[in-house]
């Protein structure tokens, strides 16, 4: 009977359990998902990543290769990030070009790693003649957070992305899932680095948000950001020094 | 649309406020807008902050493809089209903001299974830009005469290297700061509908620039209001 009604009225659905200060996989409004970090599964790869936040999984490589530098920048080199969201991640997705969704990541991916200054360009420079260039592929699911593995590249910073979704105008639940997202009036991401620095304040619209509550979002992701770094640090430590 | 305005089809107004010399702190550049210049699109407009000139014509609510059509409301679809070359990944994120920012305020519950279609040129790239496209799409929507619940405003802030905060960047002070933030804010409450940052900085940073924004969009919003009286006084 339930699931009759979710079908029929999702958004009522919903705020039953929101008006219970709780939500239907039976999170607290500020309680993330089970996070789990996997490093050096794929061996082609110079350095890869797996994450998983609850049943979303991100699956990261990077490759480092040889390139000539921009001419205007010639002690440089340069990262390109690309997410691709196939079919496989969920159907919303339909094979072809990179949809909109995936161009926005991609772009997204572009800032954050600009912004945090994670890696300088100029360590990626062997010669200002020749520079290698570092390409990153994303496959399935969409997720909202970034991870870095060391691997003789300068990691400078270490950001750390924090989802929200705004309900309603007033309501702000955390890392929301793609129903949620769906029934949502407005989505809101933080990246922070770990001296409490915002990289980025994405919010692509949605119902407004006061200074307050922004304020909120912020201790919330501060406190994320620490629980994420430990877990980061305890796979650094685990990973066999080659 | 046109009907009932003898006079000429455009209507112009100007801004002489806050058009002294720009020291560090609350000044915005000089802006001006002009509505109804073309004539093929329901509602058109074009925003002029300092050097930075965006035109936007809107079609709506009109026919909607079965495919993109939402059953409970209006579809609405962004064209960014850049100065020069071919629209790339930066223009499509800049448009899925500049949507999300004009769902939030468009009422579209009131022309369910219909498309309005914004599509916005860049004229000149002077600094500024992604809040020079908002208020260019705001005036435009209002000319179109789409129901909105709000109108809103896009202003920048830009950080430099000693954390002053400029309002309205040029494109030189852009380039030079160390962070720059947009944000787009709502005329009933200012609150915060969009935010694009770009650069490091701090929490306390935010709270100011956000608080330096919602003082700036006041005379943003005075200057539409005033604009729009202007327009309408005529006939």
Redesign the interface.
């Known amino acids: 009977m339930a699931a009759g009604f979710k079908t029929v009225e999702p958004l009522e659905y919903y705020r039953r359990f929101l008006k219970e200060n709780c939500r239907p996989d039976g999170r607290e409004l500020g309680e993330f998902r089970t996070t789990t970090v996997n490093i050096g599964s794929i061996s082609t790869a110079d350095g890869s990543a797996l994450v998983k936040l609850g049943n979303t999984t991100v699956i990261c490589g990077v490759k480092a290769e040889f390139a000539a530098p921009p001419t205007d920048a010639p002690d440089k080199g340069y990262v390109v990030p690309n997410v691709d969201l196939p079919p496989l991640c969920s159907s919303k997705f339909r094979s072809g070009p990179p949809g909109e969704e995936a161009q926005v990541a991609s772009q997204f991916i572009a800032d954050v790693i600009e912004n945090s200054q994670i890696i300088q360009k100029e360590d990626l420079c062997i010669s200002p003649g020749k520079l290698p260039e570092v390409t990153i592929n994303e496959e399935t699911a969409l997720a909202e957070v970034n991870l870095k593995k060391k691997n003789y590249l300068n990691i400078r910073t270490h950001p750390v992305a924090t989802s929200f979704a705004v309900f309603d105008d007033t309501l702000l639940i955390v890392d929301p899932t793609g129903e949620e997202e769906h029934l949502a009036t407005g989505t809101l991401t933080i990246v922070m680095d770990e001296e409490g620095k915002l990289c980025c304040l994405h919010k692509p619209g949605g119902s407004g948000l006061t200074g307050a509550k922004l304020q909120d979002c912020m201790s919330r992701a501060v406190t994320r950001h620490k629980e994420v770094k430990k877990l980061m640090d305890e796979v650094i430590k685990s990973m066999k020094p080659k | 649309m046109e009907v009932g305005m003898h006079t000429d089809s455009k209507s112009r107004a100007e801004t002489g406020a806050e058009s002294g010399p720009r020291g560090p702190g609350c000044s915005l550049r000089h802006f001006a807008c002009e509505q109804n210049l073309l004539s093929r699109p329901d509602g058109s407009a074009s925003f002029m902050q300092g050097d930075t000139s965006v035109l936007v014509g809107v079609y709506g609510p009109a026919e909607v493809k079965v495919s993109k059509e939402i059953f409970n409301k209006a579809t609405l679809e962004v064209i960014l089209r850049p100065k020069i070359g071919l629209p790339g ?2 223009e ?2 800049r ?10 305020v468009v009422l579209g519950a009131l022309h369910p299974r219909t498309s309005i279609t914004v599509v916005l040129q860049v004229i000149s790239d002077a600094g500024s830009l992604l809040a020079c496209c908002l208020n260019a799409a705001c005036m435009a929507l209002v000319d179109a005469g789409v129901p909105m619940r709000a109108l809103f405003c896009g202003v920048t802030c830009a950080l430099d290297a000693d954390g002053t905060l400029v309002l309205d960047p040029t494109a030189k002070q852009e380039k030079e700061a160390r962070a720059v ?1 947009t944000f ?3 005329s009933v ?1 200012r ?13 306390a940073e ?2 100011q620039c ?2 330096a924004a919602q003082t700036a969009s006041q005379h943003v919003f005075r200057f539409y209001r005033e604009s729009l009286q202007r327009r309408y006084s005529k006939s």
Do not use: F, H, P, W
């Open positions: 990944v930066a499509k994120s448009e899925q903001l500049i949507r999300n920012t004009c769902e939030a933030l787009a804010l709502d409450e609150k915060l509908l969009m935010s694009t940052t770009k650069g490091l900085y701090s929490d935010l709270q956000l608080a």
